[in-house]
């Protein structure tokens, strides 16, 4: 199967810092996702993005489909950014990251 | 709210219990999908469910029984579970898979104990 890596595992961050978390993957896929695990448990959907740039606000992602791998950047980040991010890719079937934890202190 | 309800949200058995877990959506969709979430692992694809029809099966042990009796529900039945199951298990659903994918949402989880 897909295989899907993630850098950094780990991410401490300064409130109002700016970070960039990648996601690379191993074979052609039909689409990927960017989703934030809060620390509830909960999977938000951030961006659905298999190619391109897309913003929403302080968040943006530009997957290079060509190369494979995805970018997502969080800018000005504030403490409720803390949580999980993972990648997932669609072949056959969603594959995940490992995810990045990122902690942002006040 | 990601129109994707999950119950319980928390859930501590025994390893001779039986017990299920419920997955509800709102979306419309026509495929499901359970994971499994371990501490320090990636999530796992354990079950999909298209058009209520099994599509896969990623080898998960027979003590997890899945039940899709609609496109809105389905279910985890759990039975003599190992404390190595304890897990946070996640539900989803998207539309049909097809060749340009499809955005998936995820419900809450439950966070499965196994004493």
């Known amino acids: 199967g897909i295989q899907v890596e993630q850098s950094p595992p780990d991410l401490i961050l300064q409130e109002g810092a700016n970070s960039t978390l990648r996601c690379n993957f191993s074979d052609s896929v039909n689409n990927l996702q960017w989703f934030h695990q809060n620390p509830w448990g909960q999977l938000i959907n951030l961006f659905y993005i298999p190619s391109g740039t897309k913003q929403n606000g302080r968040l943006s992602a530009t997957t290079v489909a060509t190369e494979r791998y995805s970018l997502l950047y969080i800018s000005s980040s504030q403490t409720t950014d803390s949580g999980v991010y993972f990648c997932a890719v669609e072949g056959n079937d969603m594959r995940f990251g490992a995810g990045t934890r990122l902690t942002v202190k006040p | ?115």
């Open chain 2, 1 to 115: 709210e990601t129109g994707v309800t999950q119950t319980p949200r928390h859930l501590v058995m025994g390893m001779t219990n039986k017990k299920s877990l419920k997955c509800e959506q709102h979306l419309g969709h026509n495929a499901m999908y359970w994971y499994k979430q371990s501490a320090k692992k990636p999530l796992e694809l354990m079950f999909v469910y298209s058009l209520e029809e099994r599509v896969e099966n990623n080898s998960v042990p027979s003590r997890f029984s899945p039940e899709c009796p609609n496109s809105s529900h389905l279910f985890l039945h759990l039975h003599t579970l190992q404390p190595e199951d304890s897990a946070l298990y996640l539900c989803a659903s998207s539309q049909i898979m097809t060749r340009q994918g499809a955005k998936a949402f995820f419900g809450q989880g439950t966070r499965l104990t196994v004493v």
